[in-house]
């Protein structure tokens, strides 16, 4: 009996042992294929990287720790510089954290530090598309518009707003989604906006969508108008991802601030961080000259090292490059190996961030029905034949069903990613027979 309170307590975890390249195995000797990237996207690099341990554990023997209050250190600096020059025109400082969910809710209170240094009191609302995830404290639950996320903790959230995300299904073109945007701007009153905050491109939430340009363009316009700031949640796309070092260059406006973490540290690290461009910067340059709420392992030494090793390796094997240019046809293979499903809708792909949603055979539209736990089926099923992918079953929330992602390492040599789609494939057919046959 495990002592670990689990997340589910009736699921089986396989005690993972170790790990190379795109592979991991089970204490019991059984192998899986990593779609994945470590299970939450963040090994972007893969499992058992030797230069990025001698680079840790190079720093270790060095400086192991250091706090940043009021101190700093050399990886610290280096890597805020680096990222800085990777990241798209007009950022210029990088706060460390340790993860999503603390680079999310840093953002949250960078974005309200901002108007509070330029004397905009009021400003503390924050709009956001509620068909996300964002992370597991209370702040960034409340940056979800999910009941099933947000269920039990309600009384302990900040009443955030939320629009709906304009999908295939809902609102294909982006005007409804404008519309619900300027419906919540003027329940709140737009002077009382802090941020507009949300994946540029969704990883679990929505895996691979991001909404049409028209949507991207009227927000741009409603913060020239309204002065809020535009803030994206790029935690699983920044640092390589989507193909490019920051999804937000994929989109046809400049956000004000970007949280990332999970490639940052490409699973050998925790370390996330919040880039702010300079124009936020400045705010506080010019006011109180402080934003000093900050973690015990905001900027360590070893992480902000691993980070360093990390952008290093991108750029030398040339790893964004590759999933730029291989994203589209690996999305193309998975979408041909599940062609003639009656129950896939779609393949999407945005570089190695790819997603599958499921629909209804019945009638090719609506959600599967709930009761069916395609999900958990899907997962379970691609366990037992040696391939992890990350399924969900939002559909109660309303926005979207039964969905996988499949994210696995950048570094992925062709022939295992070509076995993770023939499993996965397998997997498919196995559940979709099975779903077929149960509601005939
Ligand atoms: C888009 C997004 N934002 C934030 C988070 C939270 O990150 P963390 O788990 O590191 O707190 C996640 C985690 O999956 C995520 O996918």
Partial sequence: MSAVFQLELDRHYPVVVRGEGAWVEDSTGK??????????????????????????SAQASR???????????????????????????????????????????????LARSYHVERGDMKRWQVISPAQAYHGPTMETLALTGRPGLQRPFGPYLPRHLHIPPSTWRFDPTGQAALDALDAVLEEAGPENVSAYFCEPISAAALPAYSPPERFWRG???????HGFLICYDEVVTGIGRTGEWFAAEKLPLVPDVIATAKGLGAGYAAIGAVLCTDHVYQAFAAGSRKLTVGHTWDGAPVSCAVGL???????????IERVRERGPSLRDELASALKGSPMIHEVRGQGFLLGVEYVDPRDGRSFLPPELGVARRIDLTAMEQGVIVYSTMPTRDGFAGDQTLFAPPFTTPDADLAEMVARFASTVDTVARDIERELR
């Fill in 31 to 56: 192998r899986y294929l990593d779609a994945m990237s470590g299970g939450s996207m963040a090994a972007t690099l893969g499992h058992g990287r030797r230069d990025v341990i001698a680079a840790a």
């Fill in 309 to 319: 090793k990390v952008l290093e390796v991108l750029r030398d094997e040339r790893l």
């Fill in 63 to 109: 400086l192991s720790y250091v706090h940043n209050e009021r101190l700093t250190n050399p990886p610290r600096e280096q890597l805020a510089a680096e990222l800085v020059e990777v990241a798209p025109p007009g950022f210029t400082r990088v706060r460390f954290v340790t993860g999503g969910a603390e680079a999310n809710e840093t953002v949250v209170q």
């Fill in 219 to 225: 927000l741009a316009e409603r913060r020239d108008r």
